[in-house]
């Protein structure tokens, strides 16, 4: 799961040390964080939120956040797979 942060140029190496937000796996994203590790805009990650792809959080103030192994394992539901003749 590693592999893809590295493959849209967030290797942590490369972050700041006080970037413990941007760390998909500790604590929750906003779409535009979630965005950047997917390679996504934000409107392309509401609309996914819109059409209930992806889970999210409403938290206080109505702000909505994103937890990366989530929605990871909602989007591998809709994987294209070959299938062989």
């Known amino acids: 799961m590693h592999d893809s942060i590295n493959q849209v140029g967030l290797d942590r190496r490369s972050q700041p040390e006080n970037s413990a937000e941007l ?3 500790q604590g929750f994203l906003d779409k535009k964080q979630l965005g950047k590790l997917l390679g996504l805009h934000p409107n392309t990650i509401d609309s996914l939120r819109a ?3 992806i889970p999210s959080f409403k938290i206080a103030g109505g702000a909505v956040r994103f937890k990366y192994t989530d929605v990871l394992a909602a989007l591998e539901r809709y994987k294209v797979r ?3 003749l």
């Open 51 to 53: 059409r209930r792809v």
């Open 82 to 84: 070959e299938v062989s």
């Open 23 to 25: 760390d998909p796996f």
